[in-house]
Structures are given as C-alpha cells and as structure tokens.
Nanobody, 120 residues
Framework: QVQLVESGGGLVQAGGSLRLSCAAS????????MGWYRQTPGRQRELVAS???????NYAASVMDRFTISRDNLKNTVYLQMNSLKPEDTGVFYC??????????????WGQGIQVTVSP
C-alpha cells in the first residue's frame, strides 16, 4: 500500500523559512509528478508547486522566486523549501503524488496534510 508522509511544518514569523518533506513508501516502481497543494478555510485546494520525474518544476505565481521544489527519485521524496514566508502563505499543505505506478495499478495519492502558520 502506498503512503505519503509529510513533515517539516510549523509556526514561523514572517520573513522566515521552512522546509517541507514528503516521503512516499510502498511497492512503487515510479512516480510521475509530485507536488504540494495548499488549502485555507473556505477555499479550494490550490497548487503551490509541482515537479516531474525529470525535474521540470511548476510554481504558483504567488510563490515564484520564494519557494523551491525538489525531489529525490531514489527516495521517492519531494521537498519544498519556503523562504521569505508571508502570513498569506498560511494553510494546510498537502503532498500529492500523481501517476504512482505499482505492480497492481497506476494511481494518485495524497498525504494527510501539514499545517504551516506564518505570523505577522
């Protein structure tokens, strides 16, 4: 069974930094795209950043030049380095793994979510 486990969230002051990690475990052959989404109360979950197996990254305009996504394909782990954090970055961050290929099927998976709070 495939599981995604996130870590690295917490409380930080505006201007500070956090690094999120998400490790996928299970009988995985390959993961196509890994990414991070953010959800705030009353709003839909929105893409923050994603990265393909070959390292092609995509960012939301609001985090461009502040956040950096990276991944370790051997460890099936994706990272999100968040710098110059702003209070509006606050939310629950969810890890997503798209196109996870196992011996049984190819599916998409979500982590349980991790809170990031940026104080003014």
């Amino acid at each position: 069974q495939v599981q995604l486990v996130e870590s690295g969230g917490g409380l930080v002051q505006a201007g500070g930094s956090l690094r999120l990690s998400c490790a996928a475990s299970g009988p995985i052959f390959n993961i196509n795209t890994m990414g991070w989404y953010r959800q705030t109360p009353g709003r839909q979950r929105e893409l923050v950043a994603s990265i393909t197996t070959l390292g092609s990254a995509n960012y939301a305009a609001s985090v461009m030049d502040r956040f950096t996504i990276s991944r370790d394909n051997l460890k099936n782990t994706v990272y999100l380095q968040m710098n110059s954090l702003k209070p509006e970055d606050t939310g629950v961050f969810y890890c997503n793994a798209e196109g996870v290929k196992t011996w049984r099927s190819t599916d998409d998976y979500w982590g349980q979510g991790i809170q990031v709070t940026v104080s003014p």
